[in-house]
Nanobody, 123 residues
Framework: VQLQASGGGEVQAGGSLRLSCAVA????????MAWFRQAPGKERVFVAG????????SLADSVKGRFTISGENAKNTVYLQMNSLKPDDTAVYYC?????????????????WGQGTQVTVSS
């Protein structure tokens, strides 16, 4: 199983980006996917997650009202729409896959990780 993340880049404060993460090499039924981010010198922290079946979602308080997580279950793909970006959102964003239903806010709850994609927000 591999996770392929894309969509990072550099934007000015107030701008938007959309990240994508697709699972390759496996067919999943009960699983969760999440986005975490890691700023330089800091730990990897939870941003948003989604679980199937059902499509339940969860967002960190720091991104509520600005970020949206969604996905296409049939494609085992998750998206993170990021609006009203702030310089504090600058980090490497990682997608994680949990091979059982649920959303965990700790990184130990995920079995596979994508390679990370850089998001840089300038003021």
């Amino acid at each position: 199983v591999q996770l392929q993340a894309s969509g990072g880049g550099e934007v000015q404060a107030g701008g938007s980006l959309r990240l994508s993460c697709a699972v390759a090499g496996g067919t999943l039924t009960n699983y969760g996917m999440a986005w975490f981010r890691q700023a330089p010198g800091k730990e990897r922290v939870f941003v948003a997650g989604i679980a199937w079946p059902g499509g339940a979602t969860s967002l960190a308080d720091s991104v509520k009202g600005r970020f949206t997580i969604s996905g296409e279950n049939a494609k085992n793909t998750v998206y993170l729409q990021m609006n009203s970006l702030k310089p504090d959102d600058t980090a490497v964003y990682y997608c994680g896959l949990r091979t059982r239903w649920g959303i965990r806010v700790d990184k130990d709850g995920y079995d596979y990780w994508g390679q990370g994609t850089q998001v840089t927000v300038s003021s």
